[in-house]
T-cell receptor, first 114, second 113 residues
Framework: DVKVTQSSRYLVKRTGEKVFLECVQDMDHENMFWYRQDPGLGLRLIYF???????EKGDIPEGYSVSREKKERFSLILESASTNQTSMYLC?????????????FGPGTRLTVL | RKEVEQDPGPFNVPEGATVAFNCTYSNSASQSFFWYRQDCRKEPKLLMSVYSSGNEDGRFTAQLNRASQYISLLIRDSKLSDSATYLCVVNNRGSGSYDKVIFGPGTSLSVIP
């Protein structure tokens, strides 16, 4: 079974703090993604990566950065957390979609910024 | 126009009913299509891929109409456990050499006893 794990299920941080969200997958997938999901807005792509040390901006990258030093690990960084970054954060991984791959999601991290 | 659109619902149906969800996409070059299911406060999980010839998995049938850029999901004999949000997903070839995955906003289904 593919497993995508995220470092925390629930996180509470204060405005201005630096926040790290970690994601690890165990299926040697090339692609990894970070989304946030908010009521009424659905899943929105923050950043994605198709290879080690490679990153691409998604639809809402502002206020976030990412790091992919190893194939299995993709980190999302909030440099200075703000209250509007309170959300559910979902990590996903997949094989190349043109090879028929689909995304496997981690359980999510519910982040609250006070 | 949004790249992937779905009727948000909610769809409230009695047990045993047949329910159909529709999804439209804007990019005629889209290459692969999926339906995901998301339970309340859980992550999305793949329900089924959607093929041009249509495909069936038990009570679930998915159809793709490329000419109309339309995807559907039919659930027969609804069960209480089918209550969830159903997400339509489209994969496009993005700029550069990678693929772009687009999620629809989801359609909420509640199956009522």
């Amino acid at each position: 079974d593919v497993k995508v794990t995220q470092s925390s299920r629930y996180l509470v941080k204060r405005t201005g703090e630096k926040v790290f969200l970690e994601c690890v997958q165990d299926m040697d997938h090339e692609n990894m993604f970070w989304y946030r999901q908010d009521p009424g807005l659905g899943l929105r792509l923050i950043y994605f990566s198709y290879d080690v040390k490679m990153k691409e901006k998604g639809d809402i990258p502002e206020g976030y950065s990412v790091s992919r030093e190893k194939k299995e690990r993709f980190s999302l960084i909030l440099e200075s957390a703000s209250t509007n970054q309170t959300s559910m954060y979902l990590c996903a991984s997949s094989q190349a979609v043109l090879a028929g791959g689909w995304e496997f999601f981690g359980p999510g991290t519910r982040l609250t910024v006070l | 126009r949004k790249e992937v659109e779905q009727d948000p619902g909610p769809f409230n149906v009695p047990e045993g009913a047949t329910v159909a969800f529709n999804c439209t996409y804007s990019n005629s070059a889209s290459q692969s299509f999926f339906w995901y299911r998301q339970d309340c406060r859980k992550e999305p999980k793949l329900l089924m891929s959607v093929y041009s010839s249509g495909n069936e998995d038990g009570r679930f049938t998915a159809q793709l109409n490329r000419a109309s850029q339309y995807i559907s999901l039919l659930i027969r004999d609804s069960k209480l456990s089918d209550s969830a949000t159903y997400l339509c997903v489209v994969n496009n070839r993005g700029s550069g050499s990678y693929d772009k995955v687009i999620f629809g906003p989801g359609t909420s289904l509640s199956v009522i006893p």
